[in-house]
């Protein structure tokens, strides 16, 4: 699978610059910015994804912790109805 990469450009203000030349280099956890920036971006994503995991998780459980009688027979045409709104 070839991967496609982008070039992006980031303003920051002087605060934030100096953090991540903190990070970066010599001293830092990171080679370079690139490799910092893509580390966080990895980092934001498992959290969402993981936030997703848990909301339907959460859901899921709801709905297995509800009685037998909460539930009802439903056909295709029923679905299909029911999701077209």
């Not at 830092?28 to 997703?52: C, F, P, T």
């Not at 539930?71 to 295709?76: C, D, I, N, S």
């Amino acid at each position: 699978m070839s991967r496609r990469t982008t070039t992006m450009t980031v303003r920051l203000s002087e605060p934030l610059s100096d953090f991540v030349a903190a990070n970066v280099g010599e001293y830092g956890d990171y080679e370079n910015v690139s490799e910092y920036m893509r580390d966080l971006i990895r980092h934001d994503k498992a959290r969402k994804d993981q936030e997703a995991f848990d909301r339907l998780k959460a859901e899921l459980s709801q709905a297995f912790a509800a009685p037998e009688s909460a539930y009802h027979p439903l056909t295709a045409t029923d679905v299909i109805a029911r999701n077209r709104g």
